[in-house]
């Protein structure tokens, strides 16, 4: 798929022939609604156990497992808030992978900035809307390979409010269904698609709907509330793309432990003789040093990830206050969820490049290709400036830092664990130690908003996301750390014995080297000097 890449042709995108095969096997074996509740025809399994599955597909080609995603989420969101009439029309066929979803946010002067979205929707007497405007990057958006592509899409109904209040959501197929069940074309056409630097196995699509001025679109719900169905299916596919990012850094971190293991090059330091057989560079400490960088990045992602999927499974089984809890645990995590992954998965992809040296950097071994794949995501699905905001901006102090004062109960609960067992208690106190300094600096932080001083305030937080990224994957490896030494005091032997102690080795490898940028981070973040907001655009050379 990244060799034969989609190409746009007469109008419409063709893709690798596999992805039917591959969205027809999903709809069968139930993969596409696995999490669905059992009234929505689904399997509900647990969000957790599922999202261990997703790792696996995205690890295996993550090209290929977005398309069964998308229409899982554009699915749900009809199932949650559309008719009985949308369920029957369009979800069904979405979910039996026959017909393809997307999430159609993105327009050309429109990215980020949902507010001003300008794609209109004008209402009919006969229930429908005629939709006219553009969209652009929009995954799947186009292809040949699903009999329908169905768009759940943000517009704007005539006299709406301004802003994201003003937006409203649309079922906008590419075909519709007629009074009779025939398909027709519904005035969504594909204009191009985007060549991209990887993750090229799924087409990014333009449309223009409504040149014929018959683009109908179907609501969803009520007017006006289409941002907030929306965030529904953003909120799982900012999981999604830290899933993605997970996997691929994981393949990454296996390709270069398996060459690791097999090239011979050189001698250990102290061995002088010449005539000596050379070892496996594995056996080199700054090897060793970027394969555990590589594997406590990937595992300790992998464990976040699970982490976000227990929580949604507490949250849809719980009640009352725990029910509230686990949803403020989960909004708060979710910018951690999307952005650490994302950005250290692009570092720790290139590690696995340096440990193979110049046959990483060639395209006849695999690393260079994740290499690419990894890029994408500290871009879609909300940059990773867009997370920073969100992180600082909203959910450090939304309901007064209710949730975030949730969280630091649940690192205090784990703390307090580690403090009682031999060999980790020392970790435990560094996690401590550094909980209490992003405390410090998200008091100093927030001392500008409350001044009033926004552009201060906000200026640095994808510097603060980082941050609290660091602090957040110490504390998913203290929780491993504590179930492995529990374990080895329990007396595991054999293969789990040596995993047990490679989990424990990686732990240390964390707090030895990457906690430490914590102090680095708070720094920078309650220095009094705030260049990028006093430098004006001129002071930029030409």
Known sequence: ????????????????????????????????????????????????????????????????????????????????????????????????????????????EAGSSLGDVTTSAEPTAHGYYLVRGQKTFISAGDHDCADNIVHLMLARVKGAPAGVKGLSLFVVPKKRVAANGALEFNDVNCTGCYHKMGYRGAPIAQLSMGEENDCRGFLVGEENRGLS???????????????????????????SLEYARVRLQGRKLAEKDASKPQVPIIEHADIRRMLLKQRAIAEGSLSLMIYAG???????????????????????????????PSEMGIVSTSQAIQCLGGYGYSDEFPVEQYMRDARIHPIHEGTTGIQG????????????????????????????????????????????????IQKKVTGSLVEHAVKGEIDRFLADATLYLEMAGVI??????????????????????????TFLEGKLYTMRYFFEYELPAVEGLSRRLISADAPTVEMKAEHFDD
Not at 48 to 54: D, G, T, Y
Not at 66 to 85: D, H, K
Not at 232 to 243: C, H, L, P, S
Not at 402 to 428: C, R
């Open 1 to 108: 798929m990244d060799r034969n890449p989609p190409h746009f042709i007469d109008g419409g995108i063709t893709v690798h022939p596999a992805v039917r095969d591959f969205l027809r096997i999903s709809g069968e074996g139930g993969w596409i609604n696995a999490v669905f509740p059992y009234d929505m025809g689904g399997q509900q399994i647990p969000v957790s156990i599922f999202f261990a599955c997703q790792f696996m597909m995205a690890a295996a080609n993550y090209s290929l497992s977005v398309y069964p995603g998308l229409a899982s989420g554009a699915a749900r969101l009809i199932y949650s808030f559309g008719s009985n009439e949308l369920r029957k029309a369009y979800a069904e066929k979405m979910v039996a992978g026959t017909w393809q979803g997307t999430m159609a946010l993105t327009e050309p």
């Open 310 to 340: 227990k929580l949604v499974d507490l949250h849809l089984s719980g009640e009352g206050e725990s029910r509230e809890r686990y949803e403020l645990l989960l909004d708060f995590l979710t910018p951690i969820v999307k952005s650490y």
């Open 389 to 436: 905001m969100d992180l600082l901006g909203r959910k450090v102090t939304m309901k007064n830092g209710k949730a975030f004062g949730l969280y630091l109960e649940e690192i205090a609960k784990t703390v307090k664990e580690a403090k009682s067992l031999p060999g980790i208690a020392g970790h435990a106190a560094r996690l401590e130690e550094a909980v209490e």
């Open 229 to 255: 169905y929306m965030f529904q299916m953003m909120n799982e596919a900012r999981i999604g793309v830290g899933m993605g990012a997970t996997a691929i850094a994981t393949a990454a971190y296996y390709a």
């Open 472 to 497: 957040c994957i110490a504390w998913q490896w203290l929780m491993q750390g504590v179930v492995a030494r529990r374990a080895l005091d329990a007396g595991a032997s054999g293969d789990a014995r």
